[in-house]
């Protein structure tokens, strides 16, 4: 199947944006409900991509990025602010932190 350049463009786009976003094909494609393989030929250029679908994945990828983002942005505030890191900054004479339990 020959494809044109409009959609090896497209397909590259799609898997750098997925991949440098962290997302894994699972995940895409469980979040837009649709299959891993339909992903995986979108991002393989076998499939072609409209523009309604490129608008979805591209909205859902950066969805799932900054809830991604905000659930580790939690974790390092929790973990920082946890009382054994507290007391071993304060064993290495580091000053308490702001919100310090």
């Known amino acids: 199947m020959s494809v044109d350049n409009k959609t090896t463009d497209a397909s590259t786009?799609?898997?750098?944006?997925?991949?440098?976003?962290?997302?894994?094909?699972?995940?895409?494609?469980?979040?837009?409900?649709?299959?891993?393989?339909?992903?995986?030929?979108?991002?393989?250029?076998?499939?072609?991509?409209?523009?309604?679908?490129?608008?979805?994945?591209?909205?859902?990828?950066?969805?799932?990025?900054?809830h991604r983002e905000s659930a580790v942005r939690h974790a390092v505030a929790t973990a920082f602010h946890s009382p054994k890191l507290r007391a071993l900054r304060l064993s290495h004479g580091f000053a308490a932190a702001e919100g310090d339990r």
Request: charged share 30%; hydrophobic share 35%; aromatic share 2%.
């Open 13 to 66: 786009n799609l898997k750098k944006l997925r991949q440098e976003s962290r997302i894994s094909v699972r995940e895409l494609a469980a979040a837009c409900e649709v299959s891993k393989s339909y992903i995986s030929a979108l991002e393989n250029g076998t499939r072609a991509l409209s523009d309604e679908l490129a608008e979805t994945i591209t909205t859902t990828i950066g969805r799932l990025a900054r």
